[in-house]
């Protein structure tokens, strides 16, 4: 393990070619979401964000025009309305407790959910000085969502124990990799045969009063905008980076491109947590970074591949920092009156996502960091 001078920890390397399966989760449908936009803000993109914008977006199949909606299209009007909201209970009870913080995940135009999110507002007390520590966790999950589903009620309670247990300051390269490691091996374990083929990607962020710890495992994405600038604190995993493909080809696979760099033309992420079967070419450690926090930290970004494939790292940035100055606006729909700036940032993007053609699962999860970072005596 090396940590680089940015901060960031290597912990050596192993991610899949998706296999969705064909049936459709009945609590994830169709969801229109309207926005007004200031007209005093100067939107990064005219064609996609209008000042007025009312855009409809098929969020599992195709959405019908107004002229053609019946009696049952308007009782479909409604289910949407309370599945965004939905969405969005997880995070509801942090609100309290954070100054700002918003998550959505949607099943996109795929035929089944396999993302998930787990947002745990002071999940943990470090044992020299007690600081305390928030744990966000977004999930992108191939094959299936065993794995996803098991990262979110597991990954942040395996992390707790490990900072807890830390003797002095904590190691958080040797926490987040240990963590990821053992979550891997509890789902290869718990998992049963048909586990096997399954497998999820998973950034973490866990934030203190003066630091910013993001650890990744594969090809969802963490970013933070600081002092108006978009910084990556992860990097992709792809069969195709120079230092990935180096590793996989060490260890005995290939890389074929079959629709898209692939390990064993399968796998497009090298590394997640499960797919056991495409082992030690895909592997859970993660890539860590540790931040120091600055007065300059404006937000933090985490979401999966259905919003990075299409919305750049620059231009979600901008999209967010507009919406938490208020210059965009839901003009009705779901608690528009109610709804927080940091919810209304991750609803926009995923429908922004959705508009660029995404296909896939969308999960954001939008965190606003504090003007001043807490100290603790």
Same mark, same amino acid.
């Given at each position: 393990?090396?940590?680089?001078?940015?901060?960031?920890?290597?912990?050596?390397?192993?991610?899949?070619?998706?296999?969705?399966?064909?049936?459709?989760?009945?609590?994830?449908?169709?969801?229109?979401?309207?926005?007004?936009?200031?007209?005093?803000?100067?939107?990064?993109?005219?064609?996609?964000?209008?000042?007025?914008?009312?855009?409809?977006?098929?969020?599992?199949?195709?959405?019908?025009?107004?002229?053609?909606?019946?009696?049952?299209?308007?009782?479909?009007?409604?289910?949407?309305?309370?599945?965004?909201?939905?969405?969005?209970?997880?995070?509801?009870?942090?609100?309290?407790?954070?100054?700002?913080?918003?998550?959505?995940?949607?099943?996109?135009?795929?035929?089944?959910?396999?993302?998930?999110?787990?947002?745990?507002?002071?999940?943990?007390?470090?044992?020299?000085?007690?600081?305390?520590?928030?744990?966000?966790?977004?999930?992108?999950?191939?094959? %299936?969502?065993?794995? /996803? *589903?098991?990262?979110? =009620?597991?990954?942040?309670? @395996? #992390? +707790?124990?490990?900072? $807890? !247990? &830390?003797?002095?300051?904590?190691?958080? %390269?040797?926490?987040? /990799? *240990?963590?990821?490691? =053992?979550?891997?091996?509890? @789902? #290869? +374990?718990?998992?049963? $045969? !048909? &586990?096997?083929?399954?497998?999820?990607?998973?950034?973490?962020?866990?934030?203190?009063?003066?630091?910013?710890?993001?650890?990744?495992?594969?090809?969802?994405?963490?970013?933070?905008?600081?002092?108006?600038?978009?910084?990556?604190?992860?990097?992709?995993?792809?069969?195709?980076?120079?230092?990935?493909?180096?590793?996989?080809?060490?260890?005995?696979?290939?890389?074929?491109?079959?629709?898209?760099?692939?390990?064993?033309?399968?796998?497009?992420?090298?590394?997640?947590?499960?797919?056991?079967?495409?082992?030690?070419?895909?592997?859970?450690?993660?890539?860590?970074?540790?931040?120091?926090?600055?007065?300059?930290?404006?937000?933090?970004?985490?979401?999966?591949?259905?919003?990075?494939?299409?919305?750049?790292?620059?231009?979600?940035?901008?999209?967010?920092?507009?919406?938490?100055?208020?210059?965009?606006?839901?003009?009705?729909?779901?608690?528009?009156?109610?709804?927080?700036?940091?919810?209304?940032?991750?609803?926009?993007?995923?429908?922004?996502?959705?508009?660029?053609?995404?296909?896939?699962?969308?999960?954001?999860?939008?965190?606003?960091?504090?003007?001043?970072?807490?100290?603790?005596?």
């Amino acid at each position: 393990m090396t940590v680089d001078a940015g901060g960031r920890v290597n912990n050596g390397s192993r991610k899949r070619s998706r296999h969705r399966r064909a049936r459709c989760a009945p609590q994830h449908t169709n969801i229109d979401i309207n926005y007004e936009i200031n007209k005093k803000a100067s939107v990064v993109d005219a064609d996609e964000l209008p000042t007025e914008m009312s855009m409809t977006a098929p969020f599992c199949a195709s959405s019908s025009s107004s002229s053609d909606r019946s009696p049952e299209s308007d009782v479909a009007a409604v289910l949407r309305e309370e599945l965004l909201r939905e969405s969005m209970t997880e995070c509801a009870a942090a609100r309290a407790v954070v100054s700002s913080l918003g998550c959505v995940s949607v099943i996109g135009r795929r035929r089944e959910m396999e993302d998930a999110v787990r947002v745990e507002v002071g999940f943990a007390m470090g044992a020299l000085f007690g600081d305390l520590y928030d744990f966000f966790g977004v999930y992108d999950g191939h094959g %299936g969502a065993h794995v /996803a *589903g098991a990262c979110k =009620e597991r990954l942040h309670g @395996v #992390v +707790k124990g490990r900072v $807890e !247990a &830390a003797e002095g300051l904590v190691d958080w %390269g040797e926490v987040m /990799a *240990g963590s990821f490691v =053992e979550m891997d091996a509890d @789902v #290869v +374990k718990t998992g049963g $045969e !048909a &586990a096997r083929t399954v497998g999820s990607t998973a950034v973490v962020a866990v934030i203190g009063g003066d630091v910013v710890v993001v650890a990744n495992c594969g090809d969802s994405r963490a970013v933070m905008c600081r002092g108006g600038t978009a910084i990556a604190l992860s990097e992709d995993h792809k069969p195709n980076r120079p230092d990935e493909l180096k590793r996989i080809e060490a260890a005995g696979g290939r890389v074929i491109n079959w629709n898209g760099h692939r390990i064993l033309g399968v796998l497009a992420t090298s590394r997640s947590i499960g797919d056991q079967y495409l082992k030690p070419f895909v592997t859970p450690d993660p890539e860590v970074r540790v931040m120091e926090r600055t007065s300059t930290d404006e937000f933090l970004i985490l979401a999966t591949d259905g919003l990075w494939d299409v919305i750049s790292n620059e231009y979600a940035c901008q999209v967010v920092k507009r919406c938490l100055k208020g210059r965009i606006r839901r003009r009705h729909g779901q608690d528009a009156a109610e709804e927080d700036e940091a919810t209304r940032a991750a609803a926009i993007l995923v429908e922004l996502a959705m508009a660029r053609g995404s296909r896939d699962n969308i999960s954001v999860i939008v965190v606003e960091l504090n003007k001043q970072p807490r100290r603790f005596s």
